[in-house]
T-cell receptor, first 112, second 113 residues
Framework: GAGVSQSPSNKVTEKGKDVELRCDPI?????LYWYRQSLGQGLEFLIY????????KSGLPSDRFSAERTGGSVSTLTIQRTQQEDSAVYLC??????????FGPGTRLTVT | KQEVTQIPAALSVPEGENLVLNCSFT??????LQWFRQDPGKGLTSLLL?????REQTSGRLNASLDKSSGRSTLYIAASQPGDSATYLC????????????FGKGTRLSVIA
């Protein structure tokens, strides 16, 4: 079946603009995760959705970052008033409960 | 706070050599541990998942071991090939497993033909 998909694959934006990144998880997966991978850094957790529970937002670096998951499926990560330090690869993953996480190809965000 | 460390940060070996990548974690109360492969500009591909009750998992030329009490895991690659060149990431899952993974910074492997 189809894996996790993300769009766009690349996004270049000007400092101060808002951006939306999309993630389509594997059908039926109840958990969805957003991570960020900055140059020279490891992957850092941003936000996590599990079923109908309130999301775990503990990894969001500032209040400019938000995410939602509609209908328990597609998720959108929004970054408002982008800054140069937001430049990174944003990775989405999904899983069926406490099992292996499957990652999408990522969105490479460049803030100029 | 869980911290995951991978050593070495980079490794270059000739084709055909067997090699070991190391991963250590500070809190042994893990639920599982996953090894991933990441090719340049690509997402992550899961290689092996070891549950906390397991000692090792094997897939083809790959073998991952877990020593939970000492906070260590190794990824053994047999008969390395140039196609194995990639960054290998170790990640631990905590609590019930329904939590975000904590990643190491990876080992960048180059296999020279």
């Amino acid at each position: 079946g189809a894996g996790v998909s993300q769009s766009p694959s690349n996004k270049v934006t000007e400092k101060g603009k808002d951006v939306e990144l999309r993630c389509d998880p594997i059908s039926g997966h109840t958990a969805l995760y957003w991570y960020r991978q900055s140059l020279g850094q490891g992957l850092e957790f941003l936000i996590y959705f599990q079923g109908n529970s309130a999301p775990d937002k503990s990894g969001l670096p500032s209040d400019r970052f938000s995410a939602e998951r509609t209908g328990g499926s597609v998720s959108t990560l929004t970054i408002q008033r982008t800054q140069q330090e937001d430049s990174a690869v944003y990775l989405c993953a999904s899983s069926l409960g406490p099992r292996k996480q499957y990652f999408g190809p990522g969105t490479r965000l460049t803030v100029t | 706070k869980q911290e995951v460390t991978q050593i070495p940060a980079a490794l270059s070996v000739p084709e055909g050599e067997n090699l070991v990548l190391n991963c250590s974690f500070t809190d042994s109360a893990i639920y599982n541990l996953q090894w991933f492969r990441q090719d340049p500009g690509k997402g992550l591909t899961s290689l092996l998942l070891i549950q906390s009750s397991q000692r090792e998992q094997t897939s083809g030329r790959l073998n991952a071991s877990l020593d939970k009490s000492s906070g260590r895991s190794t990824l053994y690659i047999a008969a390395s090939q140039p196609g194995d060149s990639a960054t290998y990431l170790c990640a631990v899952g905590e609590n019930s497993g329904n939590t975000p993974l904590v990643f190491g910074k990876g080992t960048r492997l180059s296999v020279i033909a």
